[in-house]
């Protein structure tokens, strides 16, 4: 048996090293990000905050490999991040559904573009729509979905190829505030049972707070990491969460560090 200081460090999910981002444009470079060291761990839930254009979805694409970094390196899993690869599956602000195809037809989209075998990924299809609560909704068109719905699909086909890290960048930035608190609920509801590694990116403090184990503050742009709260909530958090002076205290902490920031 080893002793406690020799049992072996889990290693990162995700470990950004020194990684920085300048887009090279024809009017001249413009710098998004400074160099940021970042370790998330498997399972956890981390929620990155930030002035607009300070290079959140910079990070993310990075983290996805839609885009290289400028310095410094990612490694997801065993591998340096080096062009787009399958460990992730990302949401976006819209649900980018295809209305000609049914609900079951768009979350299976990803099994038909990695050309996985269908037999294999159609039952995980169903069970993850079931798991988000749309049993029965299964060859419905998009259309017939309010908002909450469709991006609980999108959140499906996200998950439907097993990735290892769920990336989502603002989700629920479009939803009405009640049905995004209940998309909140759900949200960490699905995270648990599938106990992805989750990286979101919010405007929401309060969203951030509720959803979070750490939550990642960064400064104007060039972003560079400003401050990491942890959020030491426990799971899984009820909505009734939001009233208690635990909760309120930190998003009040975060809200003021965030309006030092920009101020
Ligand atoms: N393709 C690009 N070419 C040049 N500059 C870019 C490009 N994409 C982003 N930028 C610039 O990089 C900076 C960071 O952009 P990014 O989209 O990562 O910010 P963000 O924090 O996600 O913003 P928001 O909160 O408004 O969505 C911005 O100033 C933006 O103008």
Redesign the pocket.
Known sequence: MLAPDQAPVPRAMIEITRVAKT?R?KDGD?P??RPIDLSIADGEFVVVV??????????L?MIAGLMAPSEGRIRVGDRVVMKPHSDVGIVFQSALLLPWRTVLANVMMPVEVKRLPRAEYLPRAEALLSMAGLAGFESKHPWQLSGGMQQRVAICRALVHDPKILLM??PFGALDAMTRERMNAELQRIQLETKKTAFL?T?SIPEAVFLADRIVV?SE?P?SIAAIYEVPIPRPRKLDVLGSPEFVRLTQTIRAHFKALID
């Open positions: 887009y444009t413009v998004s990000l930030g002035p607009s254009g300070c290079g959140k979805t910079t990070l694409r960048d603002e990116i405007h960064l742009r972003g």
